[in-house]
T-cell receptor
Framework: DGGITQSPKYLFRKEGQNVTLSCEQN?????MYWYRQDPGQGLRLIYY???????QKGDIAEGYSVSREKKESFPLTVTSAQKNPTAFYLC?????????????FGAGTRLSVL | KQEVTQIPAALSVPEGENLVLNCSFT??????LQWFRQDPGKGLTSLLL?????REQTSGRLNASLDKSSGRSTLYIAASQPGDSATYLC?????????????FGEGTQLTVNP
């Protein structure tokens, strides 16, 4: 079954704690993305990676970190520096450069602060 | 900086009605525009993608149009059904030399009443 798997579905963070959200894809896509969605709002880009071992900051990268050591995996760490982490986090992947480059999305992780 | 706006923010219609969702963007230098559907608490599903050289795309009861010069796109849903109830998001891919990031609108929350 091809697709994008995000885990966990729900995650709780304590004050001062770092947490890591998992994103795995078996679509053989080069590019992967992390978005944040707040209630009633669209998606905002946190980080994206067009190829293994390379990634770029999106519009709201502060307080987040990523790695891209394998093509299939693009984990997102929400650090203690992110003061308002409560949101719905979505991971996506695409073939990368060229057309049409449709992005395919995972089911999301909902992060809350205890 | 590209900005994407969707109007209305919410829409409630009776079953069977034809409806139009609007999307506008500030920078006409785009590769393509996509319409997505998001069910509550779920990821995004791509509905239609219009290349910058195209005027419209159709899939079943859905028709999306693009007027790049005026920075506008519409999503037309014919004979709406309760199963169409969801949030609809549009996103543009900017025409730049590298990267394949999308800029999203805030979405239109559609409710189709039986």
């Amino acid at each position: 079954d091809g697709g994008i798997t995000q885990s966990p579905k729900y995650l709780f963070r304590k004050e001062g704690q770092n947490v890591t959200l998992s994103c795995e894809q078996n679509l053989n896509h080069d590019a992967m993305y992390w978005y944040r969605q707040d209630p009633g709002q669209g998606l905002r880009l946190i980080y994206y990676s067009q190829i293994v071992n390379d990634f770029q900051k999106g519009d709201i990268a502060e307080g987040y970190s990523v790695s891209r050591e394998k093509k299939e995996s693009f984990p997102l760490t929400v650090t203690s520096a992110q003061k308002n982490p409560t949101a719905f986090y979505l991971c996506a992947s695409s073939t990368g450069q060229g057309q049409p480059n449709i992005q395919y999305f995972g089911a999301g992780t909902r992060l809350s602060v205890l | 900086k590209q900005e994407v706006t969707q109007i209305p923010a919410a829409l409630s219609v009776p079953e069977g009605e034809n409806l139009v969702l609007n999307c506008s963007f500030t920078d006409s230098a785009i590769y393509n525009l996509q319409w997505f559907r998001q069910d509550p608490g779920k990821g995004l599903t791509s509905l239609l993608l219009i290349q910058s050289s195209q005027r419209e795309q159709t899939s079943g009861r859905l028709n999306a149009s693009l007027d790049k010069s005026s920075g506008r796109s519409t999503l037309y849903i014919a004979a709406s059904q309760p199963g169409d109830s969801a949030t609809y998001l549009c996103a543009v891919r900017p025409r730049e030399t590298s990267g394949s990031r999308l800029t999203f609108g805030e979405g239109t929350q559609l409710t189709v009443n039986p």
